[in-house]
C-alpha cells in the first residue's frame, strides 16, 4: 500500500513564526498535493505539483509556499503564520497515469497562537 | 468540473444497505464520477469511480442513471466503521497536471445501532 507520512500530527506555533509541513511518500508518485480543511469548508487546495520541482496554485494559495526538490517530498511553508491560518493540513499523492485514487496522509492539525 | 449536490447527511441502520444520491445535472460526456469518504481525523479515502455503467468493488457499488444526471453509492452491509463524510466528485480526467479534485462538504452519513 502507498504511504503518505507527515511528519507532525499536532503542531502549535507563534503568530509570525516560519513553519514548515513535511509531507512524504514511498510510491514513486509524480503528483502530490496540499489541501486544509476548515468546519464549513471542505477540502480547499493549496498548492499541488505533478513533478519535481513543478508546483502550480491551488484555491487558497495566499499566505503559503511550497517545496519539491525530491520526488518523494513535498514541502508546505507558511512564510509568516497567522491565526486564520490554523487548521487541519492534508497531504495527498497520486500516480500520474491513474484515473483514480488519490492516497492521503493522516492530517497535521496545526494551530497558531 | 460540474457542480455536485449531496444531502448534508444521512443516517442508516447497521446491516442496512446505506444509499448516498449525488446530483449532478450539468455533468458532460466525459466526466467520471468519483466517491470518496473521510472518517473521523483520518484523511479522505479513494472508494470507487465511474463514467456511464454501474461498477462495483469491495467496498461499495456505484449506479449511474443513463442520463448520468445522478448517481448513488450504496454500501451494502453499512457498519458502525462506515460512519464518515462521503464526497461525490465529478472530473474529466484525473491524469497528468489536471489530477487536481476539489472537494464539497459531502454528505455525513451516520450509522447507529
Known amino acids: 500500500d502507498v504511504k503518505v507520512t507527515q511528519s507532525s500530527r499536532y503542531l502549535v506555533k507563534r503568530t509570525g513564526e516560519k513553519v514548515f509541513l513535511e509531507c512524504v511518500q514511498d510510491?514513486?508518485?509524480?503528483?502530490m498535493f496540499w489541501y486544509r480543511q476548515d468546519p464549513g469548508l471542505g477540502l480547499r487546495l493549496i498548492y499541488f505539483s505533478y513533478d519535481v520541482k513543478m508546483k502550480e496554485k491551488g484555491d487558497i494559495p495566499e499566505g503559503y509556499s511550497v517545496s519539491r526538490e525530491k520526488k518523494e517530498r513535498f514541502s508546505l511553508i507558511l512564510e509568516s503564520a497567522s491565526t486564520n491560518q490554523t487548521s487541519m493540513y492534508l497531504c495527498?499523492?497520486?500516480?500520474?497515469?491513474?484515473?483514480?485514487?488519490?492516497?492521503f496522509g493522516s492530517g497535521t492539525r496545526l494551530t497558531v497562537v | 468540473d460540474a457542480k455536485t449536490t449531496q444531502p448534508p447527511s444521512m443516517d442508516c441502520a447497521e446491516g442496512r444497505a446505506a444509499n448516498l444520491p449525488c446530483n449532478h445535472s450539468t455533468i458532460s460526456g466525459n466526466e467520471y464520477v468519483y466517491w470518496y469518504r473521510q472518517i473521523h481525523s483520518q484523511g479522505p479515502q479513494y472508494i470507487i469511480h465511474g463514467l456511464k455503467n454501474n461498477e462495483t468493488n469491495e467496498m461499495a457499488s456505484l449506479i449511474i442513471t443513463e442520463d448520468r444526471k445522478s448517481s448513488t453509492l450504496i454500501l451494502p452491509h453499512a457498519t458502525l466503521r462506515d460512519t464518515a463524510v462521503y464526497y461525490c466528485i465529478v472530473r474529466v480526467t484525473m491524469t497528468g497536471t489536471a489530477s487536481k479534485l476539489t472537494f464539497g462538504t459531502g454528505t455525513r452519513l451516520q450509522v447507529t445501532l
Open positions: 495527498a499523492s497520486k500516480a500520474s497515469l491513474a484515473n483514480y485514487g488519490y492516497t
Open positions: 510510491m514513486d508518485h509524480e503528483n
